[in-house]
């Protein structure tokens, strides 16, 4: 099955520079690659995802690069801000199957920490 | 829009006993629905899949006896956590998907139920 490993486990950077997290996968089939945000005790948000036919995705002080040679994706986040501060989790699926979506298969998630 | 709600939010039970989770796409008809679990600093560990009327696919080392998945409808999933015990105690997470103009593969999570087990 896939596996999908997360890098680093923790960062933590001044608020105004920008913070990139590293993702890998083993699937080769993986076509859909989301990224969520999740604070203490509370729901996973979608922030930004890519699908395999496009190689790069922006969205404010968000971005997504993708590179399916080499099998990894990477969060960019600029001019970082104290609400950033939270675990940030990528994902990799297959997208949808004859039976539905495909499931999600988890990073270990990184904890993000803004300092002031 | 794509609203998933989850009830309840905490609970507290007894070993022994059996906790019912509901899991309901408000705005949306959800083609899939997943259960995870997520213990805490760590991350989400899919449990289980399902899609209305048929069975639901279980991942590896999860008891699908011990963890009842009913999907009735396309918009209501339940997760009834058996026999429950002190180390079934966890944040339990459900997220729904369904085609959009986005994609079919955006799963949208529920705010999570909270289980303690005594």
């Known amino acids: 099955g896939e596996n999908v490993e997360q890098h680093p486990s923790t960062l933590s950077v001044q608020e105004g520079d920008s913070a990139v997290i590293k993702c890998t996968y083993s699937?080769?089939?993986?076509?859909?690659f989301p990224w969520y945000k999740q604070e203490l005790g509370k729901r996973p948000q979608l922030i930004i995802d890519i699908r395999s036919n496009v190689g790069e995705k922006k969205d404010q002080r968000i971005a997504v690069t993708l590179n399916k040679t080499a099998k990894h994706f990477s969060l960019h986040i600029t001019e970082t801000q104290p609400e950033d501060s939270a675990v940030y989790f990528c994902?990799?699926?297959?997208?949808?199957?004859?039976?539905?979506?495909?499931?999600?298969?988890f990073g270990t998630g990184t904890r993000l920490t803004i300092i002031p | 829009g794509a609203v998933v709600s989850q009830h309840p939010s905490r609970v507290i039970c007894k070993s022994g006993t059996s906790v019912k989770i509901e899991c309901r796409s408000l705005?949306?008809?959800?083609?899939?629905m997943f259960w995870y679990r997520q213990f805490p600093k760590q991350s989400l560990m899919l449990m289980a899949t399902s899609n209305e009327g048929s069975k639901a696919t279980y991942e590896q080392g999860v008891e699908k006896d011990k963890f009842l998945i009913n999907h009735a409808s396309l918009t209501l999933s339940t997760l009834t956590v058996t026999s429950a015990h002190p180390e079934d105690s966890s944040f339990y997470i459900c997220s729904a998907s369904t085609v959009t103009a986005r994609g079919a593969d955006t799963q949208y999570f529920g705010p999570g139920t909270r289980l303690t087990v005594l």
């Open positions: 705005d949306f008809q959800a083609t899939t």
């Open positions: 994902a990799a699926s297959r997208g949808l199957s004859n039976f539905g979506n495909e499931k999600l298969t």
């Open positions: 699937d080769s089939a993986s076509n859909y």
